[in-house]
């Protein structure tokens, strides 16, 4: 719970600790950024932003440079949103007035609850490297995902490359597999999607085609490019390469 002005923030914090709430407190963003780098796991964070009270935005941009994987979990406090909002957010965080604090509970509440859901398919919790697997083509999929379990990957498949944005919006993964040429999103838009949205898993992705054309290198240069169905070692030391940095 950020907030400069120590009235409010104790407000808040009553009002969120008789909510269900464990409430940490902060009324800078200095001390804020210390408790987002602490031990403690943070589940949602809630935050002023208006054009009086700018400290949400602070703390956000910091968040987006050290601690992205906190970039979806801020509820922020506005009676009208300041014009850099939405470039800065991205649509990836709510607004709510100080005056509508039942709803700017619920709207914390859900936010926790899509932390604690992990994405269909997937265990909250496993030892093994986590694989996103994307490809429209089923059967193919589901064969991916077989020889890729058998060789000690917990694997989520999605089919298509929407299912695949909705899978990297609920979690990140330890590696990701994209079919380059998917019909309702291919896996050049997934990966453009990432560089916005998820940068830090662009180092993660790799890409799979039917065809011997790689024409990657305008949008992902660098990034490994296979032959469905040929490079499979090829494919499996670049993954066990990835994973190893998890």
């Known amino acids: 719970m950020v907030h400069g002005d120590g009235d409010v923030l104790d407000l808040l914090t009553r009002w969120f600790e008789q909510s269900g709430f464990e409430v940490l407190p902060a009324v800078s963003a200095f001390r804020a950024q210390s408790q987002l780098t602490g031990t403690r796991g943070i589940e949602v964070v809630i935050a002023p932003w208006d054009d009086s009270r700018p400290v949400g935005g602070d703390v956000y941009r910091w968040v987006l440079g050290h601690k992205p994987e906190l970039r979806t979990r801020f509820v922020f406090i506005a009676d009208e949103v300041p014009a850099e909002f939405d470039a800065v957010v991205g649509g990836r965080c709510l607004a709510v007035p100080l005056s509508a604090l039942d709803e700017l509970s619920r709207v914390a509440h859900a936010v926790v609850a899509r932390v604690r859901t992990p994405p269909r398919g997937l265990p909250a919790f496993s030892d093994k490297p986590t694989l ?87 949008i992902a240069p660098g990034r490994p490019m296979f032959r469905k169905g040929q490079d499979s070692q090829a494919l499996a030391d670049t993954l066990k390469r990835i994973t190893d940095l998890r």
């Not at 498949?157 to 040429?181: P, T, V």
Request: net charge negative.
């Open 132 to 218: 996103l697997v994307a490809d429209d083509d089923p059967m193919l999929l589901e064969a991916m995902a077989g020889a890729l379990e058998a060789a000690g990957y917990t694997v989520f498949h999605a089919e298509g490359g929407r299912a695949a944005i909705g899978s990297l919006q609920a979690r990140d993964f330890d590696a990701i597999i994209l079919d380059w040429h998917m019909h309702d999103a291919s896996g050049a838009e997934v990966y453009e999607w990432v560089l916005e949205n998820k940068p830090q898993l662009a180092a993660r992705c790799v890409f799979l085609s039917g065809t011997d054309e790689d024409d990657s290198g305008p």
